[in-house]
């Protein structure tokens, strides 16, 4: 089991930058597939970015492809989402996730969930 904590977010105006960590607790952080999904207020969670445990891949909604990157420091427990060009319609709460499997962009895969972290981005 692995428990999971964001934390990073803010308020930032338009085409700004934010990084998200999210802290996993727990000694098997490396053998879990990460993610992070977002949720804007009256709108379904969605799929943000993900990395595989040997951080040789990553995979992008196209909505944020470009801007935003995912890392993950297996020492530290940690993965992040540098955000940059920020914008408005990126205002959303952004969840961490795991779970031991292949790259996905399926929500539904995801056995782990953070409690989230509020982002705002101002115009």
């Known amino acids: 089991q692995v428990q999971l904590v964001e934390s990073g977010g803010g308020l930032v105006q338009a085409g700004g930058s934010l990084r998200l960590s999210c802290e996993a607790s727990?000694?098997?952080?490396?053998?879990?597939?990460m993610g992070w999904f977002r949720q804007a207020p009256g709108k379904e969670r969605e799929f943000v970015a993900a990395?595989?445990?040997?951080?040789?891949?990553?995979y992008y909604a196209d909505s944020v492809k470009g801007r935003f990157t995912i890392s993950r420091d297996n020492v530290k427990t940690t993965v992040y989402l540098q955000m940059d060009s920020l914008k408005p319609e990126d205002t959303a709460v952004y969840y961490c996730?795991?779970?031991?499997?292949?790259?996905?962009?399926?929500?539904?895969?995801?056995?782990?969930w953070g409690q989230g972290t509020q982002v705002t981005v101002s115009s």
């Open positions: 990395i595989t445990r040997s951080d040789s891949s990553t």
């Open positions: 727990g000694r098997t952080f490396s053998m879990y597939t």
């Open positions: 996730a795991a779970y031991r499997g292949p790259i996905s962009s399926v929500l539904y895969d995801y056995r782990y």
